[in-house]
């Protein structure tokens, strides 16, 4: 089975832009939860979408935003974006939105100029 | 205030000896443990979990132990190779969420 990708991998935008970035779970896999990794705050959650509906979100601005689609592959937008929105941006996916092990996408790195 | 918390940033292990990854949580309502493994410019990789009715839980090379009274788990790696330098997360789950908490990480290096 092909593994979770992201896309694109690497990103540069300047302050006030925003930024859409994409996630592909693994076949068969609903849930698709966010992160953002930076090296003062480790890895922390945005949100979770599974069957197209945010089921959990972290605690973040509403410039960040997401979506979910019925093949489940998620988006997720920064809107206004700041410098502090530096960061790589992880996405995890698993069968359900239960208790299993989320796996892992590359992530996207995104540097705000 | 840091939920998960991994008290070494580093920790450096000679090849073949044991490598012991330390991880301390706050929240009590946690059932679920896992362990990933992170190298640069790619996603964690999972590695281990353990669920909070187990106390040990073992994968070839690697074994998770978990002291719910201690509210402590650790990550033992025997023998350690070079290929397992990397940066090694503890996560958990649980308090009526799904989501993972993470720690910040602890850099493991095996000198060969």
């Known amino acids: 089975k092909a593994g979770v990708t992201q896309t694109p991998r690497y990103l540069i935008k300047t302050r006030g832009q925003q930024v859409t970035l994409s996630c592909s779970p693994i076949?068969?896999?609903?849930?698709v939860s966010w992160y953002q990794q930076t090296p003062g705050q480790g890895l922390q959650f945005l949100f979770e979408y599974f069957s197209e509906t945010q089921r959990n979100k972290g605690n973040f601005p509403g410039r960040f935003s997401g979506r979910q689609f019925s093949n489940s592959r998620s988006e997720m937008n920064v809107s206004t974006l700041e410098l502090g929105d530096s960061a790589l941006y992880l996405c995890?996916?698993?069968?359900?939105?239960?208790?299993?092990?989320?796996?892992f996408g590359p992530g996207t790195r995104l540097l705000v100029l | 205030d840091q939920q998960v918390k991994q008290n070494s940033p580093s920790l450096s292990v000679q090849e073949g000896r044991i490598s012991i990854l330390n991880c301390d949580y706050t929240n009590s309502m946690f059932d679920y443990f896992l362990w990933y493994k992170k190298y640069p410019a790619e996603g964690p990789t999972f590695l281990i979990s353990?669920?909070?009715?187990?106390d040990k839980n073992e994968d070839g090379r690697f074994t998770v132990f978990l002291n719910k009274s201690a509210k402590h788990l650790s990550l033992h790696i025997v023998p350690s190779q070079p290929g397992d330098s990397a940066v090694y997360f503890c996560?958990?789950?649980?308090?009526?969420?799904?989501?993972?908490?993470f720690g910040k990480g602890t850099k493991l290096s095996v000198i060969p």
């Open positions: 353990i669920s909070s009715i187990k």
């Open positions: 995890a996916s698993r069968l359900t939105s239960s208790q299993e092990t989320q796996y």
């Open positions: 076949s068969g896999h609903r849930s």
């Open positions: 996560a958990a789950s649980g308090a009526g969420s799904y989501q993972l908490t």
